[in-house]
């Protein structure tokens, strides 16, 4: 999604947990010019070398969590706190006046838990920068909410509207660790056989977008009678990889 500046002066972003995620949506955010940084603020918990990062990226650090849910503007509160998600929600929401938009980017948070803490979204940030995020919105979330969460964090990575029930499945996506395991396994240095793992499947995704074929079809092009390729699907087969994947990625949801 191509970068909009917010015009609407009264829409803020109060990243909750000033950790890693919330430095690299802040990051995001200020970069693309989605909102100026003065719009944007987090605050300490217990360890305040948290705040340089944002601090030289000229976002506000306010004295307590609370204070960032205090202003009666349409702030949009994004919690990226580790661990105790619900907790943290919980504790706040005394502080969190009806108009104010929820965005969870917490991973492994279950269903119930997600509706416990009643979040008007839910944004599934996975590793924005390199492989884009989804999100799903929460019941009292209007498709205005909707869009003004795709463009604040449209600004770190691609993203798309989905299910909740698919969130698991990104957090499944192992495959390039896993392959990257295996070279080392077989010899190769460290360094070399992630590069190559990312690049495998990294040209089967684009080889997979691009054809809009379906993946056993692309499988059945690749593979001739006897060939290597039968041979390393075979393996795999007898070790139960797809079972596996699957049921990994069922796990997660
Ligand atoms: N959706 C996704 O794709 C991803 C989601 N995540 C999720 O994002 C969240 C943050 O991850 P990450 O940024 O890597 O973690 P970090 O450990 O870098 O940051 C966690 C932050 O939470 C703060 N914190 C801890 N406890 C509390 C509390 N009780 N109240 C307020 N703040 C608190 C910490 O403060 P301090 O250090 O001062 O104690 C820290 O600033 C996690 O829930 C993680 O699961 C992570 C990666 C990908």
Redesign the pocket.
């Known amino acids: 999604m191509e970068a909009v500046p917010i015009q609407n002066e009264s829409v803020k972003l109060g990243l ?9 949506i802040a990051r995001g955010v200020v970069q693309s010019g989605v909102l100026p940084t003065q719009r944007i603020s987090t ?6 070398n ?1 705040g340089v990062a944002f601090q030289s990226l000229g976002v506000s650090l306010l004295p307590y ?1 609370s204070d960032l849910s205090l202003p009666p503007s349409r702030d949009v509160i994004t ?7 619900k ?2 929600v919980l ?1 706040l929401r005394p502080f969190l006046s009806k108009n104010k938009l929820l965005v969870s ?5 279950k269903l119930k838990d997600r509706r416990v803490c009643d979040f008007e979204v839910f ?6 920068k390199r492989h884009g ?1 989804i999100m799903s919105l929460g019941g009292a979330a209007t498709e205005e909410d909707g869009e003004l969460v795709a463009k604040l964090f449209g600004s770190v990575g691609k993203i798309w509207r989905a299910g909740e029930k698919l969130f698991g499945a ?2 499944g996506l192992r495959a390039i660790e896993a392959l990257a395991d295996g070279g080392v396994a077989a010899g190769l240095p460290q360094e070399l056989a992630l590069g190559l793992a990312s690049q495998t499947v990294l040209g089967a995704a684009s080889v997979a977008i691009k054809s809009g074929k379906h993946a056993g079809q692309l499988k059945d092009d690749v593979t001739s009678p006897g060939g290597t390729s039968i041979a390393g699907i075979h393996e795999l087969e007898k070790s139960g990889f797809r079972g596996g994947v699957d049921e990994y990625c069922c796990g997660c949801c």
Request: charged residues 10%.
């Open positions: 909750v947990g000033a950790g890693k995620m919330a430095k690299s605050a300490i918990y217990s360890n305040p948290r969590n919690f990226s706190v580790k661990p105790q998600l907790n943290v504790q980017i917490a991973a492994g948070v944004a599934f940030v996975q590793k924005p995020a990104i957090t």
